[in-house]
């Protein structure tokens, strides 16, 4: 679903929800923690997001799914809001992400080996 595009577009919440497949509750816990930048508000005091908002919810998730916890999330929003000052702190924050990403996938590879020797193993035994 891609109910934003760049300029001038605002979603509330439940909108926001739908497009980044986090639920309002997630999204709101996240603002509280401090993951999201400063959220919005129209004229009613309701949440709205922008594109850019979205874009960075789509990466917050990213790193949630990527096994990022919570307190790294929250340090790597802290120092994305420093700007160019610590760009090679995140630098280092992703780069860990992505060795310990490398070594799951390892890890994941060797398991997905021996279910496949045992589904051989098994195979074989059932043609007799």
Not at 57 to 69: D, N, P, Q, S, V
Not at 74 to 100: C, D, V
Request: with cysteine; aromatic share 8%.
């Amino acid at each position: 679903m891609k109910l934003i595009q760049k300029g001038g577009w605002h979603l509330k919440i439940g909108q926001l929800a739908k497009e980044t497949g986090l639920s309002i509750h997630t999204l709101r816990y996240y603002e509280k923690e401090g993951i999201l930048p400063p959220v919005k508000r129209n004229e009613k005091g309701i949440r709205i997001y922008d594109y850019e908002d979205v874009e960075w919810i789509k990466f917050a998730r990213c790193l949630r799914e990527a096994g990022m916890g919570i307190t790294e999330m929250k340090k790597f929003a802290q120092l994305t809001q420093q700007g160019e000052k610590s760009k090679n702190e995140r630098i280092n924050l992703l780069r860990q992400r992505n060795t310990h990403l490398k070594n799951q996938i390892k890890e994941l590879t060797r398991y997905m080996e021996l279910i496949n020797r045992k589904i051989d193993l098994y195979s074989l035994s059932t043609e007799d």
